[in-house]
């Protein structure tokens, strides 16, 4: 989840949300006086504290924080396998930029394809950034509806949109696949 809002803020929206279960502490990357980390020593640190507790916990980074880690490549990589790993991951205040950032890299640390939602114009970088975006008409306006791949009216239609285009697909691979079972026995009779 990424969240131009609070620390406070995103904790209750990830747990209203159902990312955060009730077995799972949250695991914030600050250091002892509370303080976002700047320092990549102090973030490899944290990063491998994480790892070890890594199924126990959901990861909270802030937008400092990141702007320490997107810069440097090594870094980047080190916090993106361990990102990848956990449950899930929590980024609050971030600005629209690192938004894109964190979408570009979890495409090239994965290599799987990614679908971004949003609902308003700070969304829309990531949403260009994603390989599917999806827009959600809401109180900030329509930016993120108009820059998206798929409009909604609300959050709760996500849902039915990934299980219809799911459907389609599954039956146009389906048609696809006899199709060419057809052409090649056609083809092998002549």
Not at 101 to 120: E, H, L, N, P
Request: net charge positive; hydrophobic share 40%; glycine share 6%.
């Amino acid at each position: 989840m990424l969240t131009g809002d609070k620390i406070e803020t995103a904790k209750c929206i990830a747990i209203s949300t159902g990312l955060k279960t009730k077995k799972e502490s949250i695991f914030e990357m600050i250091n002892n006086e509370k303080k976002d980390l700047v320092d990549p020593k102090d973030i490899i640190m944290k990063l491998e504290e994480f790892s070890r507790r890594i199924d126990t916990h959901m990861l909270m980074i802030t937008g400092t924080t990141l702007d320490a880690v997107l810069p440097n490549e090594n870094l980047c990589e080190r916090f993106f396998n361990v990102a990848k790993n956990a449950n899930s991951v929590c980024v609050c205040r971030c600005s629209p930029m690192q938004k894109a950032a964190v979408a570009k890299w979890i495409i090239k640390s994965t290599g799987k394809r990614i679908a971004c939602v949003g609902d308003g114009g700070n969304d829309v970088p990531m949403i260009m950034e994603a390989d599917v975006g999806l827009g959600i008409v809401g109180k900030e306006g329509k930016q993120a509806s108009l820059a998206a791949d798929f409009s909604i009216d609300k959050f709760e239609h996500i849902k039915t949109l990934l299980l219809w285009h799911g459907r389609l697909s599954y039956k146009r691979s389906a048609s696809l696949s006899q199709f060419v079972v057809h052409r090649g026995m056609i083809i092998s009779f002549i």
